[in-house]
């Protein structure tokens, strides 16, 4: 069976959910029991999720969105260009919980790219949350209309007219 990742809303743990079918809402998660959304990426095994796990373990812990989408990056780019065994030095000295699974890994590309694409997908994951805070917005501003194209109309004129008019 077919696992996908997801992450929570309330506690933003990323980890494998047996996929149920298109129509089918992820179940709650089992830490928290908050929602869990589906993170676009490929989908991995049964065999893969003690090892997901165990990554996501690793390295969510303190890792906010920016960070995320900085290493998901750097990971598509080692990925896509083969040059994967340089970045577990760079992984290894942020997450020292890494190195027994670079140790055992060695130089064996599949593993490498194994493992760096489920890293890829957990850091992408923590990219798409905004526990990174939000902007808030004034009471003045949600009052006033605003027109799709130009914005808030200026005070004492007349809202934006359509081409159309």
């Known amino acids: ?48 999720i003690a090892l997901f796990d165990e990554l996501s373990e690793a ?16 990971l598509s780019h080692a990925l896509w260009s083969g040059t994967t065994g340089e970045i577990f030095d760079g992984l290894a000295s942020r997450w020292p919980s890494l190195m027994p699974l670079v140790l055992v890994t060695g130089n064996n590309q599949g593993h490498q790219r194994r493992l760096l694409l489920m890293l ?8 798409l949350t905004r526990r990174s805070g939000t902007v808030a917005m004034s009471a003045e501003a949600v009052r006033r209309p605003h027109h799709p194209y130009t914005g808030p109309p200026p005070h004492g004129s007349a809202a934006p007219r359509s081409r159309r008019d």
Request: with cysteine.
């Open 1 to 48: 069976m077919a696992h996908l990742p997801t992450i929570c809303d309330g506690c933003g743990r990323v980890s494998l959910t047996p996929f149920a079918g298109t129509d089918a809402q992820p179940p709650d998660c089992p830490h928290c029991a908050g929602a869990r959304r589906v993170v676009p990426s490929c989908s991995y095994g049964q065999a893969d």
């Open 120 to 127: 890829k997908t957990i850091f992408e994951a923590v990219s």
């Open 59 to 74: 390295v969510t812990e303190g890792l906010d969105p920016i960070e995320g989408q900085r290493l998901g990056h750097e």
